[in-house]
């Protein structure tokens, strides 16, 4: 016979738990990588116009030969001057909320939603530098495996067939250096922001994995791609700023390799969290993230030598 015997203290409805846990689970976000290598435009604030323009100067033409003869005037050249501008906008969200849920709620929910925005800011500010990192001339598409095509007019023409593998990011590094003479980022290196699919391509390949056997073997333990033919690799899972399902049958991962100088920002505003005035007598209540700003690769129109700065790793 059981010794307890129990009884309800309500004969019908729903029993309810209204203990609430005091510790709150943030859901997690993506990394945002771009924003590092965006530098505002000195000088360019408030009350000085939606633009700022950039002045640009390009190559002086090198003779095939520089020889003088006497009583010939020395040869004059010419120097050729271009500008861009930067456009700024605004740009913001915002998330509402009552007096009431602050007074009956069990955790600090004006704290949690500033937390939230400024998680939003940090994502949307990093797609705004990509876009522009991605909008400049030059494609580079991996049409096979030990195939590179190079796009000049700013549209990838092909489809990718490959993933980013050892012998594309050869022929990119090639192309940067010794086509396009790009300024190193720093030091004698180029960088390189990868999708995560990409990065896969490329830590799978036989020819990394040999090199890395006897010269990091830690690399793959690390999940590091390391420093391959003076370019350092960056991993970025922020989906909005880099696609990992580009190609034929989603194959490849999007990137972008740069020198020095490839994007600017324009800056009137500092994007900035800002509390909603009071409504309503104060029930209605709220907080945004507002700024004024813009993003431009510096020569986006070009794909001239000693001007393009950054190859696009995409396709059609």
């Not at 705004?128 to 598409?141: C, E, L, P, T, Y």
């Not at 790009?182 to 960088?191: C, F, I, Q, W």
């Not at 510096?298 to 001007?307: F, K, L, P, Y």
Request: with cysteine; proline share 4%; glycine share 8%.
């Amino acid at each position: 016979m059981s010794q307890h015997s129990w009884s309800f203290d309500a004969p019908t409805g729903v029993y309810k738990n209204h203990k609430m846990s005091s510790s709150i689970r943030m859901a997690a976000i993506a990394e945002a990588k771009f924003m590092q290598f965006v530098k505002p435009e000195p000088g360019y604030g408030k009350k000085m116009g939606e633009s700022v323009t950039i002045t640009r100067v390009s190559n002086v033409t090198v003779p095939t030969s520089a020889a003088l003869t006497e009583n010939v005037r020395i040869p004059e050249d010419t120097i050729s001057l271009s500008t861009q501008a930067v456009t700024v906008g605004e740009y913001g969200r915002s998330i509402p909320f009552t007096s009431l849920a602050l007074d009956l709620g069990s955790f600090d929910l004006e704290n949690t939603i500033q937390r939230k925005l400024r998680d939003q800011l940090k994502l949307s500010l990093d797609a705004s530098a990509a876009d522009a990192f991605s909008s400049g001339k030059i494609k580079a598409i991996p049409e096979a495996i030990s195939t590179t095509t190079f796009d000049t007019d700013g549209t990838a023409s092909t489809a990718a067939a490959s993933n980013l593998n050892m012998y594309h990011v050869e022929s990119i590094r090639d192309y940067l250096f010794s086509t396009l003479n790009v300024d190193p980022y720093s030091g004698d290196d180029y960088m390189c922001i990868l999708s995560t699919k990409a990065k896969r391509g490329l830590v799978r390949d036989p020819q990394w994995i040999d090199w890395k056997k006897y010269t990091d073997p830690s690399a793959k333990y690390n999940g590091e791609i390391g420093r391959i033919e003076n370019i350092r690799f960056i991993e970025c899972n922020n989906t909005a700023s880099l696609s990992g399902s580009l190609g034929t049958g989603s194959v490849l991962g999007e990137a972008v390799f740069f020198g020095a100088d490839p994007v600017v920002m324009g800056v009137v505003q500092d994007p900035e969290l800002r509390a909603k005035e009071s409504e309503d007598y104060g029930r209605s209540k709220g907080v945004a993230w507002y700024g004024i700003y813009g993003f431009e690769q510096i020569w986006d129109d070009s794909a001239n030598a000693g001007e393009a700065r950054v190859v696009h790793v995409t396709s059609s």
